[in-house]
């Protein structure tokens, strides 16, 4: 056996070795893409759930101010403190906000 049929394996197996790589690299990228899928998907059912309760939050507040008749404080710019109210102003029953003169306004 000489040199050139000893190449000549070397050459036949570091193509094998090198196929062999490149195959499970393949692998390992599919499992790898099928992860950040399955990621994905479990990040836009929690986004759609999400979506669902903040739906259900915005009748309600809709709801509650048809019978009452104020914006919820979320929907005031979120604030609520003491001054919050008719002296700061408040939401007529067509969503304008009404901010009375030095005046007419009162203490809380």
Request: net charge negative; proline share 6%.
């Amino acid at each position: 056996m000489g040199l050139e049929t000893i190449a000549l394996y070397a050459i036949i197996a570091g193509a094998g070795v090198t196929a062999y790589g490149q195959i499970q690299q393949g692998k390992a990228a599919e499992a790898q893409a099928k992860a950040e899928q399955e990621i994905l998907n479990q990040n836009a059912v929690l986004k759609e759930r999400e979506a669902a309760a903040e739906l259900e939050r915005s009748r309600a507040a809709a709801e509650r101010f048809e019978r009452e008749g104020e914006a919820p404080v979320e929907q005031r710019g979120g604030r609520s403190h003491p001054l919050d109210g008719p002296a700061c102003g408040h939401f007529t029953s067509r969503g304008e906000v009404h901010f009375p003169q030095p005046e007419t306004a009162r203490d809380p």
